[in-house]
């Protein structure tokens, strides 16, 4: 399997556990000139930004490193970008990261980090 396939049932994964969770997922692979995101979902108030990243091995680190600090100034910028393009009010906003560790052809290991981090 190819890094882009397993991204992809990666974030297949992410997005049924979020659903299994009672999020309602709005947007996936939302993309804009300036980069993409993952998963937009909806829970309760708060509008959830989730970054997904999926590792076959730990030889490049885990997925939660992976989410750097400028890759989360530039998924701030890019919610800024999809709220005001979909004419959603100032609400709570939250970003998410799920990491996952796939362990088997039919096995993986996700981790979700709620509110992994915020904005400043």
């Known amino acids: 399997m190819d890094r882009s396939e397993v991204g992809k049932r990666g974030e297949d994964a992410a997005a049924a556990y979020l659903e299994r969770q009672g999020l309602d997922v709005v947007e996936r692979n939302w993309r804009t000139e300036r980069g993409e995101i993952d998963i937009i979902a909806i829970d309760g108030d708060d509008v959830v930004f ?16 992976a989410v750097s600090q400028s890759k989360r100034r530039k998924l701030v910028r ?25 362990l088997g052809p039919d096995r993986a290991l996700l981790r979700h980090h ?7």
């Open 78 to 102: 890019l919610a800024e970008i999809y709220l005001s393009s979909a004419g959603i009010e100032p609400c709570p906003v939250r970003f998410d990261v799920i990491a996952i560790h796939v």
């Open 50 to 65: 989730c970054e997904v990243k999926t590792r076959t091995s730990a030889s490049r680190g885990t997925g939660e490193e």
């Open 114 to 120: 709620r509110a992994a981090f915020v904005v400043e």
